[in-house]
């Protein structure tokens, strides 16, 4: 809605595929892109030069934690994310609601975890027996997954903090259902959030940046694994004047699924906003979606499975085994090798370190293992999507997808 | 003894202290000098490149840790420990007599964890009930902390796992006595530490470097807190021909009966060769055994103190109280505080992040937090150190130690 927020640019259409430019006054994303997911203000174990060096290009950082904590003033008073985190490129911020709903309610396990927390109130209107939540017009009450104390999010409170977290891309306040919703819910759940996408984009326009650079907004399309849902979500949310469109909430069980939801939403969407897939980052779903028409892709998946000491790869050496493009390093018989985490890897660990070291450092309970294999799986990502665009441009994606499912 | 393993160079003498460079084939460590611990070849939670951009010269590393996990050949077939774990200046390994004895033996808490691992055998000469190890003149039987395998060290083969890793200075191997040892116990130990001084040398001599570049070998100075013992271990040492001469085991209770450890010890040894002191790094000490005539020093202090999210600061910022030149990151009084770790700092962390920022991470459990404080604690160190060696080249040092000691 700010002209100088943020500006796409579409260079090339491959069928519904899309290779293109997002510029936002914190610096250019070329796209299809991967957006690193630093929850808390932070990417899990490195720092934000060693990110950059990776090929990361935009950063995403989640609402409802920094409103927790630290709390949205005091990243305010640093002058924004990027000052606090030290990270000068693009940022992206969730609107909190996804968090309200899945850690703050326990939905997906199905758990309340306090019997009432709102004593006097009518039990929420969701499967499971949740209680660490209270849904209404209004917005949302809900317990602190930290220390239990109890908060209200609307799309108003969620539109102010993100003004002052002060994200390049900040998203409108949703709910986020899941698998366990019956169609009648997820119906009404989708027609209040679109009523709270309306109140979002009231409260992003009443409202001014406040850390010197504009802000632009994104609508969040919801309605589960529905198809008259999705369509009808879709046409609701690309008829707002957003800056783009976000895909959210419950993608269904399988690939195949998500697969449906994208198809049944993408063709009513703009062809000149962007388009980001919430929460998604395998391989083979980025492809799919790309062919489809998705732009950019946010996962905690390189810095999670870095963690638990699975590396990316694309392909074995000499025949190795590779199952979902994962090589789990703690496995004994990487004990003495001493070729680099993938064959052709320019990142600084395959430049740098051996497999046997690396296992070496897993085994000893180093966390500079975590680290070195967070730089390659973030290095892996970026040169997927580097792949992608490159084929994009040379209209030979459909070849480069192949050869890389054909290694899966 | 390899005449182009190391070369020592004084460039001046004020009073005791001295300022020299240590030449080495992986490069020069200008001294005074603090040693950064990397036990399991790795600095724990910092890349290489990070550690060296701090400032730092030189590395240590744990024989008895490498032997146990990964195992010396694994070191070995990367080409020894540079190449492993891809730090390229200078390296010192220890002997793992230390960890033997406080690892394998748990002699500092004099508790045996298993009641005879050698059934047949006397029980050993400690105090405590000491049953995970067993000294005797052909060297040590001792079972792995990490598995309880058993295993025996020697100077031969101590010599031999040193030789494969190939550190640039390694150390004889020697018994690490206790303040719990009395003093015919410490002399017994002191001469058997003397007579494996001598098969260190010699099995040293027989062996060749496995690398490709020459190794030198420090002799390692016993005698517990008993000057007699001490200055007879310090002449018997200085008496043979290493390299250079490490000063270790039990140094006494307090920071005086180090002191006097280090004035009945120094003035025993050769002016020519280097002289490290085993294990101290606080910044009191390290003036105390500059001005006695200390070149090196190596310590976890840097490292462990970060994990706990103490950060080393010479002085506060208005007033702010200091104890022993620490600050805890975690106290509630940093929530808000915009101002870098340490004032006047030019570490990576003080130039771009806040003290409020460091603490939100350790209050989230970001691992990110442990290596930003590493990343200032190791600058400290190499700015204390840099700051000696200008005092010493100024002629200044009394003015520099009383400075700093009436910081704390």
Not at 305 to 319: E, I, K, M, W, Y
Request: aromatic share 8%; with cysteine.
């Amino acid at each position: 809605m700010d002209p100088d927020a943020l500006t796409f640019t579409l260079h090339e259409r491959r069928g519904a595929a899309r290779l293109g430019t997002l510029q936002t006054s914190h610096g250019a994303v070329r796209t299809p892109a991967f957006v690193v997911v630093g929850t808390q203000a932070a990417v899990k174990g490195v720092a934000p030069d060693t990110v950059a060096a990776a090929g990361t290009q935009l950063l995403f950082a989640n609402t409802y934690h920094l409103y927790l904590r630290p709390g949205a003033a005091i990243v305010e008073r640093h002058g924004g994310l990027h000052r606090f985190m030290n990270w000068h490129g693009p940022i992206l911020t969730d609107s909190g609601g996804f968090q309200v709903f899945s850690l703050g309610a326990s939905i997906e396990h199905g758990v309340g975890k306090v019997a009432s927390i709102f004593p006097g109130e009518a039990p929420p209107r969701l499967p499971g027996g949740n209680s660490m939540v209270r849904i209404g017009e209004e917005g949302v009450r809900f317990k602190s997954h930290i220390d239990g104390s109890l908060h209200s999010f609307s799309p108003e409170v969620s539109i102010d903090v993100q003004r002052a977290l002060g994200a390049d891309m900040v998203l409108a306040f949703d709910e986020c259902t899941s698998p366990l919703h019956d169609e009648d819910y997820t119906r009404f759940s989708m027609e209040r959030t679109h009523r709270w996408a309306e109140r979002s984009l009231r409260a992003f326009e009443r409202s001014a940046p406040r850390h010197g650079y504009p802000q632009a907004l994104f609508g969040v399309v919801q309605g589960g694994a529905f198809r008259d849902l999705r369509r009808e979500s879709a046409a609701t949310i690309a008829a707002m004047p957003f800056d783009g469109i976000a895909i959210g909430g419950n993608l269904g069980s399988t690939l195949q699924d998500m697969y449906a939801v994208l198809d049944w939403t993408i063709p009513e969407l703009p062809d000149a906003k962007p388009r980001h897939l919430l929460g998604i980052g395998d391989v083979p779903s980025i492809l799919e979606a790309v062919e489809r028409g998705v732009d950019t892709f946010d996962c905690v998946a390189p810095t999670r499975n870095a963690r638990n000491g699975a590396a990316f790869v694309r392909r074995g050496d000499d025949g190795e085994r590779i199952a979902s493009f994962r090589l789990n390093l703690r496995n004994a018989r990487f004990a003495e090798d001493l070729r680099p985490l993938e064959a052709g890897c320019d990142c600084a660990t395959c430049r740098s370190y051996t497999r046997s070291y690396v296992r070496h450092l897993f085994k000893a309970n180093e966390r500079l293992a975590q680290q070195l294999v967070t730089v390659h799986n973030l290095r892996f990502m970026a040169r997927l999507m580097e792949d992608i665009r490159t084929s994009l441009a040379e209209d030979r994606f459909a070849a480069l997808k192949a050869a890389l499912l054909a290694e899966d």
